[in-house]
């Protein structure tokens, strides 16, 4: 096995074990099939797939919402275990930089950072914040925090700041309008603009198909 090998592997483990209570939407499995579409998109960039790897697998590893809005925990999370492994300190300083500039929180920052390695690792998380899953994973939050699905008096906010998005705690239907269908049209690769035209297509199918069934009986 090459070092890099070991080292993915090991992070693999790390991660798995750390997020083994972790919710739903944010689980060992959202950081596998981040990891298996930031493989793929790489495929077709012009990327340093160890980083890419690194990031996708530790993009999660403490999520500031969870940890009283600090905002630091992850990248020095994923930084100490990094350099338990004797991770060359440069490849370790630019998964902290993905992990701190990723999220769709921090793009409502003015952009401070970005790579080639980051847009894929972003491209591959959103992905997964879209379509059939994505709105399971909605859901899923939603009934973490108690929200209600809908609620045709509460209108979606457009015009959210950072700070009114991290506290919204408005009905589940409003977070497509406010994240989810806005997703597809922020793609940075090819690759994944392609997969994302087509779970659009599924959630804006999915939203007619729950109105109508709202409407029903009236
Ligand atoms: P990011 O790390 O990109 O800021 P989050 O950690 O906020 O994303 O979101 C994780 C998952 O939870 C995503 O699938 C997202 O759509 C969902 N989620 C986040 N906020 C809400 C919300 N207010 N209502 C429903 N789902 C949400
Ligand atoms: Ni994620």
């Given at each position: 096995m090459t070092n890099t090998s070991f080292i993915i592997q090991k992070t693999a483990e790390f991660v798995k074990q750390t997020l083994k209570t972790a919710e739903s939407g944010h689980d060992w499995w959202h950081i596998l099939r981040v990891w298996n579409n930031a493989k793929r998109i790489a495929q077709t960039e012009n990327v340093d797939f160890f980083v890419v790897e690194l990031a996708a697998l530790l993009?999660?590893?403490?999520?500031a919402k969870f940890n009283n809005g600090d905002e630091e925990i992850g990248p020095k999370t994923a930084g100490d275990f990094l350099k338990s492994l004797n991770v060359d300190a440069e490849i370790t300083e630019h998964v902290q930089q993905i992990i701190r500039h990723m999220s769709f929180k921090s793009s409502f920052d003015a952009v401070g950072f970005t790579s080639e390695e980051m847009k894929v690792v972003q491209d591959a998380d959103r992905l997964d914040a879209i379509g059939a899953i994505g709105i399971a994973r909605a859901f899923t939050y939603g009934g973490f925090k108690n929200r209600?699905?809908?609620?045709?008096?509460i209108e979606p906010d457009f015009s959210l700041t950072k700070e009114a998005y991290k506290n919204s705690a408005a009905p589940t239907i409003n977070h497509f309008y406010e994240k989810l269908l806005l997703l597809k049209d922020k793609m940075n690769t090819k690759t994944a603009r392609k997969i994302a035209t087509q779970r659009h297509r599924f959630m804006e199918h999915y939203l007619e198909q729950f109105y109508a069934e709202w409407n029903e009986i009236k």
């Amino acid at each position: 096995m090459t070092n890099t090998s070991f080292i993915i592997q090991k992070t693999a483990e790390f991660v798995k074990q750390t997020l083994k209570t972790a919710e739903s939407g944010h689980d060992w499995w959202h950081i596998l099939r981040v990891w298996n579409n930031a493989k793929r998109i790489a495929q077709t960039e012009n990327v340093d797939f160890f980083v890419v790897e690194l990031a996708a697998l530790l993009h999660d590893i403490a999520d500031a919402k969870f940890n009283n809005g600090d905002e630091e925990i992850g990248p020095k999370t994923a930084g100490d275990f990094l350099k338990s492994l004797n991770v060359d300190a440069e490849i370790t300083e630019h998964v902290q930089q993905i992990i701190r500039h990723m999220s769709f929180k921090s793009s409502f920052d003015a952009v401070g950072f970005t790579s080639e390695e980051m847009k894929v690792v972003q491209d591959a998380d959103r992905l997964d914040a879209i379509g059939a899953i994505g709105i399971a994973r909605a859901f899923t939050y939603g009934g973490f925090k108690n929200r209600e699905m809908y609620n045709p008096e509460i209108e979606p906010d457009f015009s959210l700041t950072k700070e009114a998005y991290k506290n919204s705690a408005a009905p589940t239907i409003n977070h497509f309008y406010e994240k989810l269908l806005l997703l597809k049209d922020k793609m940075n690769t090819k690759t994944a603009r392609k997969i994302a035209t087509q779970r659009h297509r599924f959630m804006e199918h999915y939203l007619e198909q729950f109105y109508a069934e709202w409407n029903e009986i009236k």
